[in-house]
T-cell receptor, first 111, second 114 residues
Framework: GQNIDQPTEMTATEGAIVQINCTYQTSGFNGLFWYQQHAGEAPTFLSYNVLDGLEEKGRFSSFLSRSKGYSYLLLKELQMKDSASYLCAVRAAYNTDKLIFGTGTRLQVFP | NAGVMQNPRHLVRRRGQEARLRCSPMKGHSHVYWYRQLPEEGLKFMVYLQKENIIDESGMPKERFSAEFPKEGPSILRIQQVVRGDSAAYFC????????????FGPGTRLTVT
């Protein structure tokens, strides 16, 4: 089967660093994505990993270990506007671009 | 360059009616994906289409649901004889093609069945 796990909720303080973990068990693997979704809005793309290692993009970084079926999203210098849900998604096959999403991690940033 | 457009943004239907959800992909994008998000749940893949072709419909319920992406015009997700359990947010995403990895999401259509 296909299974993607991430914590349901996390809280952090403005200016801090937070790490959101994602583990996956899928029948295949062709890339892992992180999306941000504010309440009532569309998901917006944050990062993509297909090879092991760390991808850095401004305040956000994403890490992937394919052998462990594990990824994390690192958010630095947290701002209030970072309060949102963060969705981990896996593209599990080569012949289709469909994404398999976790349930999302709701992050709340406090002043 | 306009993003992915979906309409209507909100749709209310009574049980037994039909719902038609429209998605216009970004300019130059020929791949469309539909996802459903139930309250407090993650996005669930429904169907993947290219112009005039259904590529993967493994996430579509067997009955009442259908999707198309004609040569001209938007992609349409059609739900016949809606039931309360169909109430959800339906998101459409598009991508330029197989060489691109990112899917761009539209704002979604929130369907409420009364």
């Amino acid at each position: 089967g296909q299974n993607i796990d991430q914590p349901t909720e996390m809280t952090a303080t403005e200016g801090a660093i937070v790490q959101i973990n994602c583990t996956y068990q899928t029948s295949g693997f062709n890339g892992l994505f992180w999306y941000q979704q504010h309440a009532g809005e569309a998901p917006t793309f944050l990062s993509y990993n297909v090879l092991d290692g760390l991808e850095e993009k401004g305040r956000f970084s994403s890490f992937l270990s394919r052998s462990k079926g594990y990824s994390y999203l690192l958010l630095k210098e947290l701002q209030m506007k970072d309060s949102a849900s963060y969705l981990c998604a896996v593209r599990a096959a080569y012949n289709t671009d469909k994404l398999i999403f976790g349930t999302g991690t709701r992050l709340q940033v406090f002043p | 360059n306009a993003g992915v457009m979906q309409n209507p943004r909100h749709l209310v239907r009574r049980r037994g009616q039909e719902a038609r959800l429209r998605c216009s992909p970004m300019k130059g994008h020929s791949h469309v994906y539909w996802y459903r998000q139930l309250p407090e749940e993650g996005l669930k893949f429904m169907v993947y289409l290219q112009k005039e072709n259904i590529i993967d419909e493994s996430g579509m319920p067997k009955e009442r649901f259908s999707a198309e992406f004609p040569k001209e015009g938007p992609s349409i997700l059609r739900i016949q004889q809606v039931v309360r359990g169909d109430s959800a947010a339906y998101f459409c995403a598009s991508s330029p093609g197989a060489s691109s990895y990112e899917q761009y999401f539209g704002p979604g259509t929130r369907l409420t069945v009364t």
